[in-house]
């Protein structure tokens, strides 16, 4: 899985997951609602988030701040 999350690194879903602990659909629902970061496409069936971003929202959750 991830051994060492950047903010450069690109991951894939059961590496956020493993990350921010929620369910599949969970997640799905919260990235369309804005709740949790959008994707980015990186081939035409390969969809991966920004390290950036899921180092911002694990700073959020661990501070309090969930998601909104």
Known sequence: ?????TEE???R???VLALI???KSTWWAG?????FPRP????SRT?????SDIIALREK???GEAPQ
């Open 1 to 5: 899985m991830v051994n060492k999350l």
């Open 9 to 11: 690194s690109l991951l």
């Open 13 to 15: 879903l059961p590496e």
């Open 21 to 23: 602990p929620v369910s």
């Open 31 to 35: 990235c369309k609602s804005g709740r």
């Open 40 to 43: 980015v496409k990186i081939g």
């Open 47 to 51: 969809t991966a988030w920004k390290g």
């Open 61 to 63: 959750i661990f501070k």
